[in-house]
């Protein structure tokens, strides 16, 4: 430090004005250098979906469904695979290829999601609340209106967002439900987001926050404090694990998807700088109307569970199960239960296919109920695979050795997945087939 200082006190001699002499020119300052992002041997495969598909399965394949087993049995989060995904890059799957990610959009990320969802349920769902932050903030928040401004610092905003995943591999989480109508969009969310200078003032409860305990950051949907609030004022913030007022609280034990490690939060006067802030005021809320099957992406992992079901299936009546060699393939009525679930396997991936892949800015009415049938078909009937694969293959494929019982638990639990839960996709698609928007049948 004493040398440090002696050099400044130099250099102000040097500079200092003799009487009677023009004062001395001061060296313009040199601009610091733009730190150059890390550049990962993954990148390679941006744009190379089959790529990026063949690391998924290999992963699956070789690693995850290995796990799979344990992870259930303790309820504890697939640390391991995330360490995988990370290396491999799938972390940055849709971060922007011009950011440093692998830059898949929402078509491309359904297929390669369900791919995952194949190998390891808890996985696969955990992995789309990560995923779905550069999707909501990238092309879909592209895709929306907002003051030139807002863009501006969004985008400022999301950089270092996007960095923070590819440059650190850090995980994101999407905590949505409260206990109330507001993940569902009929209330405003209960967790309270009050403006300060520089920042935020966070206090609420997440319950069912799935990644607790492993996110580096928490994607906490809130409402702008006001003396009138609406839905038209949630929020949008990344929360640091690490934040000051921010614990973890409560048991998990569930039925299904127990790797998931869904805990309680509680914000208290959590403080959230502005730089935070994951979209700009009102942008969730027009996202929400306006791109609708951003809430659609709980399907890829249940439309994998529904393959996995079904591949398990095939496997055990040829008697290609390691350890259980016994062939049952020809009896009629495994072949009868096998061709009907090839068919709704079908009718689902069509389905599936169709409905992610009209995925876009302002659909149409046809677009939307679509989303919603999806929504409800991928998560009946992976339960329903799951059924006919117990009933066909019978008692011993029930053992905890196998994957099967752990699928129709996963499985089951699809159907009450928020905001689109089986039932209000049914009770939307009866109401919105029979009312135009603003119909009421008031005398």
Same mark, same amino acid.
């Given at each position: 430090?004493?040398?440090?200082?002696?050099?400044?006190?130099?250099?102000?001699?040097?500079?200092?004005?003799?009487?009677?002499? !023009?004062?001395?020119?001061?060296?313009?300052?040199?601009?610091?250098?733009?730190?150059?992002?890390?550049?990962?041997?993954?990148? !390679?495969?941006?744009?190379?979906?089959?790529?990026?598909?063949? #690391?998924?399965?290999?992963?699956?394949?070789?690693? $995850?469904?290995?796990?799979?087993?344990?992870?259930?049995?303790?309820?504890?989060?697939?640390?391991?695979?995330?360490?995988?995904?990370?290396?491999?890059?799938?972390?940055?799957?849709?971060?922007?290829?011009? &950011?440093?990610?692998?830059?898949?959009?929402?078509?491309? =990320?359904?297929?390669?999601?369900?791919?995952?969802?194949?190998?390891? %349920?808890?996985?696969?769902?955990?992995?789309?609340?990560?995923?779905?932050?550069?999707?909501?903030?990238?092309?879909?928040?592209?895709?929306?209106?907002?003051?030139?401004?807002?863009?501006?610092?969004?985008?400022?905003?999301?950089?270092?967002?996007?960095?923070?995943?590819?440059?650190?591999?850090?995980?994101?989480?999407?905590?949505?439900?409260?206990?109330?109508?507001?993940?569902?969009?009929?209330?405003? $969310?209960?967790?309270?987001?009050?403006?300060?200078?520089?920042?935020? #003032?966070?206090?609420?409860?997440?319950?069912?926050?799935? &990644?607790?305990?492993?996110?580096?950051?928490?994607?906490?949907?809130?409402?702008?404090?006001?003396?009138?609030?609406?839905?038209?004022?949630?929020?949008?913030?990344?929360?640091?694990?690490?934040?000051?007022?921010?614990?973890?609280? %409560?048991?998990?034990?569930?039925?299904?998807?127990?790797?998931?490690?869904?805990?309680?939060?509680?914000?208290?006067?959590?403080?959230?700088?502005?730089? *935070?802030?994951?979209?700009?005021?009102?942008?969730?809320? *027009?996202?929400?109307?306006?791109?609708?099957?951003?809430? &659609?992406? &709980?399907?890829?992992?249940?439309?994998?569970?529904?393959?996995?079901?079904?591949?398990?299936?095939?496997?055990?009546?040829? %008697?290609?199960?390691?350890?259980?060699?016994?062939?049952?393939?020809?009896?009629?009525?495994?072949?009868?239960?096998?061709?009907?679930?090839?068919?709704?396997?079908?009718?689902?991936?069509?389905?599936?296919?169709?409905?992610?892949?009209?995925?876009?800015?302002?659909?149409?009415?046809?677009?939307?109920?679509?989303?919603?049938?999806?929504?409800?078909?991928?998560?009946?009937?992976?339960?329903?695979?799951?059924?006919?694969?117990?009933?066909?293959?019978?008692?011993?494929?029930?053992?905890?050795? @196998?994957?099967?019982?752990?699928? =129709?638990?996963?499985?089951?639990?699809?159907?009450?997945?928020?905001?689109?839960?089986?039932?209000?996709?049914?009770?939307? @698609?009866?109401?919105?087939?029979? =009312?135009?928007?603003?119909?009421?049948?008031?005398?």
């Amino acid at each position: 430090m004493a040398t440090a200082s002696k050099s400044i006190r130099k250099t102000a001699t040097k500079l200092r004005p003799i009487s009677g002499d !023009k004062p001395a020119e001061r060296p313009a300052p040199k601009r610091a250098a733009k730190k150059k992002p890390q550049s990962f041997k993954w990148q !390679k495969m941006a744009g190379k979906n089959e790529q990026i598909e063949q #690391v998924i399965k290999t992963l699956g394949q070789e690693k $995850f469904i290995n796990r799979a087993q344990r992870y259930d049995e303790e309820a504890s989060f697939p640390f391991e695979n995330y360490d995988d995904m990370r290396d491999a890059g799938i972390l940055a799957m849709t971060v922007p290829k011009s &950011l440093g990610g692998l830059g898949v959009e929402y078509a491309d =990320y359904a297929l390669l999601a369900a791919e995952m969802g194949r190998w390891c %349920g808890a996985t696969a769902l955990t992995y789309n609340m990560h995923a779905c932050t550069p999707l909501w903030t990238g092309h879909i928040a592209d895709d929306l209106d907002m003051p030139a401004a807002d863009r501006r610092q969004h985008k400022k905003n999301r950089e270092l967002h996007f960095s923070r995943i590819v440059e650190n591999g850090a995980i994101f989480a999407q905590p949505f439900s409260e206990g109330s109508a507001a993940a569902a969009g009929k209330a405003p $969310f209960g967790t309270m987001a009050a403006k300060v200078d520089g920042g935020w #003032v966070l206090n609420g409860k997440k319950i069912f926050a799935s &990644l607790s305990g492993a996110a580096t950051y928490y994607g906490v949907l809130c409402t702008e404090e006001k003396p009138e609030i609406s839905a038209r004022d949630t929020l949008f913030m990344a929360v640091p694990a690490d934040a000051k007022g921010l614990s973890i609280v %409560g048991p998990w034990d569930p039925v299904g998807m127990r790797a998931t490690v869904s805990r309680t939060l509680i914000m208290k006067d959590v403080f959230i700088p502005d730089e *935070q802030m994951l979209l700009p005021r009102g942008v969730y809320y *027009q996202a929400a109307r306006r791109w609708p099957h951003m809430f &659609l992406t &709980l399907c890829p992992t249940y439309m994998g569970l529904a393959q996995a079901a079904y591949d398990f299936t095939v496997a055990y009546l040829r %008697g290609d199960i390691e350890g259980i060699p016994v062939k049952r393939r020809m009896y009629p009525t495994k072949q009868i239960t096998v061709a009907d679930m090839w068919i709704k396997l079908q009718q689902t991936w069509a389905l599936f296919k169709q409905a992610t892949g009209e995925a876009r800015v302002d659909p149409s009415k046809e677009d939307r109920l679509r989303a919603y049938a999806a929504q409800y078909a991928v998560m009946e009937n992976a339960n329903e695979m799951c059924r006919l694969a117990i009933r066909t293959c019978g008692g011993q494929s029930m053992l905890k050795s @196998l994957p099967l019982e752990r699928l =129709y638990r996963d499985s089951r639990l699809g159907s009450l997945m928020l905001p689109w839960t089986a039932e209000l996709c049914l009770d939307r @698609l009866g109401r919105e087939t029979l =009312y135009e928007p603003g119909e009421t049948d008031d005398v």
